[in-house]
């Protein structure tokens, strides 16, 4: 059984979560070229323009036709500026499970962006898409993507050793590989309450909408 996810935007108060547009790419490069990225995606490095307009015009319309997954800018409502990405991957229809990701843009960090990004997708899905399980896997020393994870809801499930390859800087200015251990996280349906009073302690709503 396959099926695909919808052409969807989801709102929150700060965001709109929508699908990649050709006029992203400018910004959609420059995010991936930073050092954070770099060290602990899989994302080419450096990341050409050329490459931004290949993922939005044909890697993720792919993604989506073939129901792997799903991917969506996260912009500002008042601006419309991208600030990240959320990723949907590994999606199992007969299981009802998927797996998420999150990038946000070196200017937009610091604003609780991820978190709420993430739980209005996490929402989306259990709600509407009647998903029963989502997974995330954070590198070991990725503090701040564990920390999203922890303020969502998700509970710690293991460890993957040896699972990740990360990145770091070599003394000529390129790029190493080294690797480590992924975390392992899962997030269910009854998992959402807390997270969004969480949210809501910290000053976000976690209203949203779609259509």
């Known amino acids: 059984m396959t099926t695909t ?14 699908a990649l547009e050709e006029v992203d790419a400018p910004a959609l490069a420059e995010m991936m070229n930073d050092e954070l990225v ?11 323009e050329a490459a931004a307009h290949h993922w939005i015009t044909h890697y993720a319309p792919a993604e989506r036709a ?9 912009t500002e409502f008042l601006t419309q500026r991208l600030v990240g990405i959320v990723q ?23 604003e609780g962006y991820a978190s709420e990004a993430a739980l209005a997708t996490a929402r989306w899905l259990f709600n509407d898409q009647r998903f ?3 997974e995330l896997r954070t ?7 564990q920390q999203v994870a922890q303020k969502i809801g998700c509970i710690s499930e293991g460890v993957l050793r040896n699972a990740c390859i990360a990145r770091t800087r070599t ?15 899962g997030l269910l349906p009854e998992d959402l309450d807390d997270a969004a009073d969480q949210m809501a302690d910290a000053g976000y709503s976690s209203y949203t909408d779609w259509s």
């Open 88 to 110: 949907l991957a590994h999606t199992d229809w007969r299981v009802r499970s998927t797996e998420l990701s999150y990038i946000v843009a070196p200017w937009a960090r610091g």
């Open 38 to 48: 770099g060290a602990w995606t899989a994302v080419p490095q450096p990341f050409t």
């Open 171 to 185: 003394e000529d200015g390129g790029w190493t590989e080294l690797r480590t251990d992924f975390i392992l996280w």
């Open 66 to 74: 073939a129901g792997r997954g799903l991917d969506l800018a996260v």
């Open 139 to 145: 590198a070991a020393d990725n503090t701040a993507s």
């Open 5 to 18: 996810f919808p052409d969807i935007s989801i709102n929150t108060d700060r965001l709109v979560l929508r």
């Open 132 to 134: 029963e399980r989502l």
